[in-house]
């Protein structure tokens, strides 16, 4: 059996073990919805802004939703791998002919599905509330550039959970990394709006640069060549999240 054969099984087996959890699946759904129709509430008059290249707060802050959905879901990634740390389920697997890779790229392909159907979800609801997109295109470029960063930050959570291998650990570590590098975005706020020294931290975030990459795709407004080397950016961060992640489970494996 080829390495993406296993990896296609390893990720439908926590496809299904998430879809035994319905209430979960809602529960994810909440902060994203809450963001998007409380903070686009909140804020609308942010467009009357001298500056601001928006006339809807909804339209501008939709793919800022995305991508935030998508690194807050994939970043606790690694407590399932605890869970099965815990349980002794990981081991097992150790001892069967799967190759290693797959285990860990399983659960990666299972976070980039759940955050592609979310940023649909949340597109959708942006547009029912009256935000408008022109390119499809764009919209697909905002979803898989916001699939590749989770898959990132998802390689990172998996990686830490192998170092760590405690919860309140994982938990701790993801809280402090994701919130900062939330807020030093253009997720909620227009760049050149920002204090200066945001925007200066902003240049060297991966969440922002696929927030400003996928939102000028999605607006129709984009810099083709802009975007195409933000996408060569979150590939490179992608490739050193995996490297982590494949050190990580090297390091656990000798550890057992």
């Not at 059996?1 to 296609?8: E, I, R, S, Y």
């Not at 759940?114 to 295109?137: C, D, E, K, M, R």
């Not at 240049?203 to 922002?208: E, F, I, S, T």
């Not at 696929?210 to 083709?224: K, P």
């Amino acid at each position: 059996m080829t390495a993406l054969m296993q990896t296609g099984y390893i990720a439908l087996r926590h496809l299904r073990a998430l879809w035994r959890q319905p209430w979960w699946i809602a529960v994810t759904l909440v902060q994203p919805i809450v963001w998007l129709l409380l903070y686009g509430a909140l804020f609308r008059r942010v467009v009357d802004i001298p500056g601001f290249q928006s006339t809807s707060y909804i339209e501008f802050l939709a793919p800022g939703v995305v991508v935030n959905s998508a690194i807050f879901s994939a970043g606790w990634g690694g407590m399932s791998l605890i869970d099965d740390i815990r349980r002794g389920v990981l081991d097992r697997f150790l001892v069967t002919p799967v190759r290693r890779t797959p285990l860990i790229m399983g659960r990666l392909v299972q976070g980039a599905v759940v955050v592609t159907i979310q940023s649909f979800i949340i597109v959708g609801l942006a547009v029912a509330t009256g935000a408008h997109y022109p390119s499809l295109l764009g919209v697909l470029v905002l979803v898989g550039m916001s699939a590749m960063l989770g898959a990132a930050f998802g390689a990172f959570s998996n990686g830490l959970a192998l170092l760590a291998r405690r919860e309140e650990t994982l938990i701790a570590a993801m809280n402090f990394m994701l919130l900062p590098l939330t807020f030093l975005s253009a997720g909620f706020m227009q760049k050149n709006l920002m204090p200066l020294w945001m925007q200066r931290v902003a240049d060297y975030n991966p969440v922002n640069w696929t927030v400003e990459a996928g939102r000028q795709a999605a607006m129709g407004s984009g810099d083709w060549a802009f975007i195409g080397s933000r996408v060569a950016f979150l590939a490179l961060f992608l490739l050193l999240c995996l490297t982590f992640a494949t050190r990580a489970f090297r390091s656990y494996q000798r550890s057992i």
